[in-house]
């Protein structure tokens, strides 16, 4: 029977939801999940890369790239003291060189905690933070907050391709040096929740100004005077000694008297008098026309008595839609904050205000999010968008105005800037300024946007972040049928391609983003794995000394970085990054693990029933903070049943699941497809497969699955991505076109490609890459669709 032949190549549409599956393009996928489109391709996603670099051990490398906190060396063995903040709970944990300690008793007092390594005495007490080593290993201990990490950022003060990496969990500060992270020197202690995220500002204006960074974590009492877990906004830089210190933003009424350093500081813990009324924080900060730029405070009253912070008098009041802008110059003078009229009795030039001052912005919406598009100032309210237009007068140096009275932000990190645009994620879609206009760019799947949940604090955790070298966006948020359980941080990463206008989904738990210049070139010296786990060019960016990457933080303070390169490729792998706190028999305790039934983990670095390393497994039922998992075979269904000791790490194993449209080349002629078989053009990989399953004539039965179950079909439908071995010339292609076998009709037919239990449970498999270059469908016409 001659066939007649149809080539899906380059692939550009990508995820397409607004229309039937039979009505999209032959390029477009009616379901594109841990794949996306990539410069005509079908990629896997990226993987993961750990950040931190020294480790001697696999087990000690996650650590390196974990938030961290010296807490000194072992003295013949031992330490005790407390640890910093005011967080202790199970799954927390320290390290001394290569051994691990792991905090897994819930009950009050000294208990012991898990250890890899023999150690005399190894407690912690979950109601002080104490902790005591005797007969430890000789090193620095190191204590791990396992908390969320709540932002990444640089603080523009380095050489170009090389500024300083900072991170924030709840409660501290963290730099990224020496090629780990480590307690920034001097971090203040902040109190807010895993939903409050911290927004920072560089700022660098007049010669005199050195290098500053502003941070905030918006978390402050509203409507009552100041509580001692109030957050100020804080400053830091590398000049000063004290590096970070609360920052002062008083605008004085005329009767207060400053401080002899030219700052009223607010102090959480009392200590200097306030003169005046002062912000005492703000959910955006930004640099704007040589002014600093606070949108969306909270705002004392500066009535208090002395010190006091609950008096009465002194009450913190919210003003949502107010911009407060600093006087032209240093914001660190001491009048920056003047208003017009006011000053103090210095009887200085500087105690004067000289062009301080706030302007509100005539609605009753709150200012959500704020960025950049060339030097003007875009604005996002709950559903509208304004432009902070700058006047030149310097009497009244900005006004508000208007740009779409429909179209705003609900999520603050979920702004992402461009050239000539700038994106953010909605009420109802996910929308593009230009300066001008505001419209929306999710045509192709215009219900996605309102899976996002908006329980326990879902719309604040959306952000959003650009990847440059393959031209992408990510945005991370939790989904709205997610298991409530187990689900309070984000799930899926909704991924734009900027260039080509597609969509696609990953499965992940990233808290925030950042950009991440300080690595060193990759050695193999410094390299734990071996060249085949690596599906990377050895000159590629990822591995080269200063490139600028994305990096991802998670759950339980851990980061890595998106392993991406300019030519699509990557690591086809994720990262090792959630840890496991305890294994008793089947069930696995991961704290925060935002896991679901059906997902697949790699087991790492464990220490105890070592049988289980390298071994990929499939959680069946889901708890709180556990998950029980099956074993496959291969490699083994059981595994020997040992106390676990610790270090393991747990990897998400990403299931490809690419459902295609609906395919009747025939369908204006009103007849059937018959599809006898399709070529699949794939890019080489070492022993990768996929299986092929197909749907005929809208019928939701997997035909494949089904027929195996059943013994009516012989085959398993599974396309090979290695050289078959009988054609030797395969081995040295970088392109094999490898046909499966379908001999199917219907009123259309649609393909879908995924990997069963066993490809999952196979690491040669499950983590090899994918990449599929175009489809050559071998097709013929058959009965018409009505007889």
Known sequence: MAMDKFLIAPVNTGLQTDIKPFLLPDDAYASLFNAYVFRGRLRKRPGGKLMGTGATTPQMAPLFSRFRISL?????????????????????????????????NPAVGANAMLQTIVTTTATYNLATGAFAFTGAPAGNVYFYPAQPVMGLDNFQSGRITNQPSFGFDTQFAYTFAGGAWNLSSNSPTWHGTNSQFFWVNNW????????????????????????????????????????W?????????????????????FLPAGGAPKSGPYVMTAKIILSFKNRLVLLNTIENNGLG???????????????????????????FAANAWYEPNQFDNAATVTSKADGAGYIDATTDEQIISAEFIKDRLIVYFERSTWELAYTGNQVLPFVWQKINTEL????????????????????????????????????????????????????????????????????????????????????KILVYNYKNGSWA???????????????????????LSTW??????????????????????????????????????????????MQITNIVGLTMTIINHTLDTGDFLLLENISGPTTLNNTIVKVLVTGVNTVTFTVFTPPSPLYVVADYLGGGTATRVSAIDIVTKQYNPYLEQGRNVYISKIDFGVETTVSGQITIDYYTSTDATQNVTAGIGTGAIMGTSILETSPYPLITQEAFQERLWHPVYFQTDGECVQFEMYMTDIQM?????SLSDFTLDGMLISATMTSDRLE
């Open 72 to 104: 000194g060396p072992t003295v013949g063995g031992a330490l005790a003291g407390n640890v910093p903040g005011l967080v202790y709970q199970v799954g927390q944990m320290f390290s001394i060189g290569t051994a691990i300690y792991t905090v897994v």
């Open 204 to 243: 660098k204006a007049i010669p005199l100004n050195i290098p500053s960074m502003f941070v905030t974590n918006f978390n402050a009492t509203v409507g009552a005077g100041p509580a001692l877990t109030d957050d100020p906004i804080y400053t830091y830089n590398q000049v000063n000694s004290g590096l």
């Open 245 to 265: 210190a609360p920052y002062s933003t008083s605008f004085n009424t005329g009767t207060g008297v400053r401080n002899a350093d030219g700052q009223t500081y």
């Open 305 to 331: 008595a002395g010190n006091a912070y609950n008096d009465g008098a002194s009450i913190n009041t919210r003003y949502p839609q107010r911009c407060r802008y600093s006087h032209n110059g240093s914001p």
């Open 408 to 491: 705003g932000s609900e999520a603050t990190f979920s702004t992402v800037p461009f050239d000539k645009v700038a994106l953010t994620i909605g009420t109802s879609g996910i929308n593009a300024c230009s300066g001008a206009n505001v419209e929306r760019v999710d045509d192709k799947i215009p219900d996605q946007v309102f899976r996002i949940r908006t329980a326990n604090f879902g719309i604040d955790r959306v952000a959003g972040i650009r990847d440059y070298s393959i031209e992408m966006v990510y945005w991370t948020f939790p989904v709205s049928d997610a298991d409530p359980n187990s689900f309070i941080f984000p799930t």
């Open 505 to 527: 989904f990953f499965d992940d738990c990233v808290t925030a983003w950042g950009y991440f210049e300080q690595q060193d070139g990759q050695t193999w010296g410094s390299e």
């Open 532 to 577: 085949a786990e690596k599906d990377v060019a050895w000159n590629s960016g990822i591995l080269q000394a200063n490139f600028r990457q994305v990096i991802a933080g998670n759950q339980q303070g851990y980061t890595f970085i998106v392993a991406t390169d300019q030519d699509g490729s990557g690591l086809a792998r994720n990262a090792p990054v």
């Open 761 to 765: 449970a196979t690491p040669a498999i």
